[in-house]
């Protein structure tokens, strides 16, 4: 289970700013792909070989004085699921177009929420951004195993570009990843891409809802099965 970090597993404390950030992101992508238009395609392959710029994702943390702490919430309830997830076993990994040197990975350690990840991927990391897959497919390379035909997936999200990025990587691994719009951004997200309802949770209270209704509804089955009497052979 992937989860984007802004928006979901914490809140700003002001959210213009988050809305701000999330207004850059969306022009920085809209800009690159403006650009990779008129590119060649020798030259595209190069720079995708090359280590992304991110001058505006950089400058952003450049100006910012303030620390995480006084920018930044931890969300209560998502930490209560994240600890019911790690309990039950599940794989988690974080996905965020943030960058993670001088913000993502202090937010990580700053709120203690490092230590339910096996992988944790920002935007340095990668070449492309969401809405692009690249992020979510190497966090999902770097989870600690090889994928089994029986995982079943889900990415987490509060934007319109977690709908679109999770799409775009089951149809780059051939498998299904399962999108969770959290929020009304991404709930217009999931509309569009005509998502089951069940795959909008409008508060992190919902998602923790599905969370323990899936797992109680198996340990329900499981408690049924051993309490039928053993065939007669």
């Known amino acids: 289970m992937l989860f984007d970090l802004d928006g979901t597993l914490v809140h700003h404390v ?5 809305q701000a950030l999330e207004f850059l992101d969306d022009c920085s992508h809209r800009g690159g792909r403006l650009v990779a238009r008129f590119r060649l395609a020798r030259r595209s392959r190069a720079a995708a070989q090359r280590a992304p710029k991110l001058l505006v994702h950089k400058a952003i943390h ?11 919430v931890p969300c209560a309830t998502m930490r209560s699921t994240l600890e019911r997830l790690r309990a039950e076993g599940v794989t988690l990994g974080v996905v965020s177009n ?15 929420l490092r230590k339910y990840f096996s992988s944790a991927v920002f935007r340095e990391d990668v070449a492309r951004g969401k809405p692009w ?4 497919l190497v966090a999902l390379r770097g989870i600690g195993r090889e994928l089994r035909r029986s995982d079943v997936i889900w990415y987490i999200g509060d934007q319109r570009k977690d709908i679109t990025a999770a ?8 498998r299904t990843i399962r999108p969770i719009a959290l929020g ?32 109680n509804a198996e340990a329900n089955e499981l408690s049924l099965a051993a309490s039928l009497p053993a065939p007669l052979l």
């Open 133 to 136: 897959p690249d992020s979510i």
């Open 62 to 72: 450049k100006v910012r004085r303030k620390s995480v702490e006084e920018m930044l």
């Open 14 to 18: 002001n959210p213009r700013v988050l």
């Open 98 to 112: 943030g960058l993670g040197c001088g913000y993502g990975h202090d937010v990580l350690e700053t709120f203690d």
């Open 167 to 174: 799409q775009a990587a089951s149809q780059a691994m051939g």
């Open 184 to 215: 009304a951004r991404a709930a217009l997200g999931a509309v569009e891409a005509r998502l089951s309802p069940a795959q909008i949770m409008w508060t992190p209270g919902d998602f923790e809802r599905a969370v323990n209704a899936a797992f």
